[in-house]
Structure formats: C-alpha cells, structure tokens
C-alpha cells in the first residue's frame, strides 16, 4: 500500500519560511517514479501544480513561486520536500503531496497525500 504523508504546514506571517515534507512508503521495486510533485488548492479552486520534479532528471515551478520556493528529495529516506520562502498571502491553502508511478505489468498509478494546510498572514 503506497502511503503519502505531508507534514510542515503552519501558521506564519508574509516574508517567513516553511518547509514541507512528504513521506513516501509502500512502492514496489518493480515502479519508476515519473514525477514528484506538490500541488497547492484553495476552496472553490481547482488544485494546482506548484513544483515537480520530472523523472529525476529536471525541477519545474509554477510563475508564482519561481524564486521562493525549492523543492528536493531525499531518496534514501525516500521523502519530498518543499522549501517555502518569503511566503505571500496568497501561498495560503493546502498543499499536497503527489507520485506518478509507472511499471511494464502494472501501468501508470498516481497517489495522493491528505494535505497540509499552510496560512499566511498579511
């Protein structure tokens, strides 16, 4: 059973720092991950992309977060990471953790953490 678990997310004013991590446990050795990323949703909003990082070999980030925020994992300890700086008001939501698997006998399977929620005052 794939398990996600995001931790990190707190109560800071604007300009402070976060740092998210998400535990990861339960892939098979028979799964490459594909993509790792995290994800960020407001009520009444669809859940965006915030940061990724594609099959290892490459980081991407949304426009809004570029320069602020860094996302890195630690295989060995097999978890995600997402370094919040300078947070802005509108960083505020809840922010998920995410893996794109894939396998030659099981196909491509995606997993989702349950969030961590992160507010930031103006």
């Known amino acids: 059973q794939v398990q996600l678990l995001e931790s990190g997310g707190d109560f800071v004013q604007a300009g402070g720092s976060l740092r998210l991590s998400c535990a990861v446990s339960?892939?098979?050795?028979?799964?490459?991950?594909?993509?790792l990323g995290w994800y960020h949703q407001v009520p009444g909003k669809r859940r965006e992309s915030v940061a990724a990082?594609?099959?290892?070999?490459?980081?991407i980030y949304a426009d809004s977060v570029k320069g602020r925020f860094t996302i890195s994992r630690n295989s060995a300890e097999n978890t995600l990471y997402l370094q919040m700086n300078n947070l802005k008001p509108e960083d505020t939501g809840v922010y998920f953790c995410n893996v794109d698997l894939s396998s030659p006998d099981d196909g491509v399977r995606d997993y989702w953490g349950s969030g961590t929620l992160v507010t930031v005052s103006s």
């Open positions: 339960g892939i098979g050795s028979q799964f490459t991950i594909d993509r």
């Open positions: 990082i594609i099959s290892g070999e490459r980081s």
